[in-house]
């Protein structure tokens, strides 16, 4: 019943932009906190970005003042806004909804970084 489709993937040169998209359905959106993770090849699960229902935001180190993560809960979508694109920036990405008892998670979009 709870749904995470993720879109806006694909493959980039470096120092281009991708915005990523996640519609969410089954949930309040709005009364959740919502991640962003990626994994890239031979490395584990990382947390990218965060944001509250409140709209509070946190970012992990290698991606602060790249990345922006942001809501419309209009829409019941969170978004992840990608500048600045490295080829380390090549993973999966995923979207979360860390619920209590149960974490959703999206099918993953890959983003490709060519040097």
């Known amino acids: 019943q709870v749904q995470l489709v993720e879109s806006g993937g694909g493959l980039v040169q470096a120092g281009w932009s991708l915005r990523l998209s996640c519609s969410v359905s089954?949930?309040?959106?709005?009364?959740?906190?919502m991640c962003w993770h990626r994994q890239a090849p031979g490395k584990k699960r990382e947390l990218v970005a965060t944001?509250?229902?409140?709209?509070?935001?946190n970012y992990a180190d290698s991606v602060k003042g790249r990345f922006t993560i942001f809501r419309d809960n209009a829409k019941n979508t969170v978004y992840l806004q990608m500048n600045s694109l490295k080829p380390e920036d090549t993973a999966v990405y995923y979207c979360?909804?860390?619920?209590?008892?149960?974490?959703?998670w999206g099918q993953g979009t890959q983003v490709t970084v060519s040097s």
């Open positions: 944001i509250t229902s409140g709209g509070s935001t």
């Open positions: 979360n909804a860390p619920l209590t008892w149960h974490d959703y």
């Open positions: 089954g949930i309040i959106f709005s009364n959740n906190t």
